[in-house]
């Protein structure tokens, strides 16, 4: 079983670029979460995805953040525009049931310039 | 709110046993997750607690004490392959993972 797979692995952009970051989970996963490390701080939610809808976005730091999962498959997630402080490591992660343990992408190592 | 604490980095050596703890703010409880992750990769499971006690898996047991909002992770017969940092994560009230900030564990010789 393949698991939860993320693309790109790396982005380097400058400050006002677009980056959109993709995530495939495990199929037959309906709940969808994305997060974000900031280097040296914890892990912090972003959303959560039942199938295609949006279950709970509180954790998205503002409307340059804007995440989709046409179908209730994969998920994209994209900025735009990008800011400095938007650098960090963006996992996705999938579950069968939200109460039973995610399990995680390698992440997408963002960089903006 | 929520909140979780645990030691930044702890050091031990190979073939000895480590103890890592979390201790837990939250409103309401639905269990705590430990998960292990190495530099630059996934977060990878190792366990979850719901009911006080201790589940022992192998070389890594996780005990939890809800009363006292505590938690450790348990390393037995250290490997090197163990340095990695741990992770304490907490579902909230909607079962989103509320995270610790990691104890970066490292093994040495």
């Known amino acids: 079983e393949a698991g939860v797979t993320q693309f790109p692995s790396h982005s380097v952009i400058e400050k006002g670029q677009t980056v959109t970051l993709r995530c495939d989970p495990i199929?037959?996963?309906?709940?969808l979460y994305w997060y974000r490390r900031v280097m040296g701080k914890e892990i912090k939610f972003l959303l959560h995805?039942?199938?295609?809808?949006?279950?709970?976005e509180s954790g998205m730091p503002n409307n340059r953040f804007l995440a989709e999962r046409t179908g209730g498959t994969y998920s994209t997630l994209k900025v735009q525009p990008a800011e400095l402080e938007d650098s960090g490591v963006y996992f996705c992660?999938?579950?069968?049931?939200?109460?039973?343990?995610?399990?995680f992408g390698p992440g997408t190592r963002l960089l903006v310039l | 709110g929520q909140n979780i604490d645990q030691p930044t980095e702890m050091t031990a050596t190979e073939g000895a046993i480590v103890q890592i703890n979390c201790t837990y703010q939250?409103?309401?409880?639905?269990?705590l997750f430990w998960y292990q992750q190495h530099a630059g990769e996934a977060p990878t499971f190792l366990s979850y607690?719901?009911l006080d006690g201790l589940e022992e898996k192998g070389r890594f047991s996780s005990f939890l004490s809800r009363s006292k909002g505590y938690s450790y992770l348990l390393l037995k017969e250290l490997q090197m392959k163990d340095s990695a940092s741990y992770l304490c994560a907490v579902p909230d009230s909607n079962y989103q993972l509320i995270w610790g900030a990691g104890t970066k564990l490292i093994i040495k010789p």
């Open positions: 199929s037959g996963h309906d709940n």
């Open positions: 995805f039942v199938k295609e809808s949006k279950q709970d």
């Open positions: 992660a999938s579950s069968q049931d939200p109460a039973w343990h995610q399990y």
């Open positions: 939250t409103s309401g409880f639905n269990g």
């Open positions: 607690n719901v």
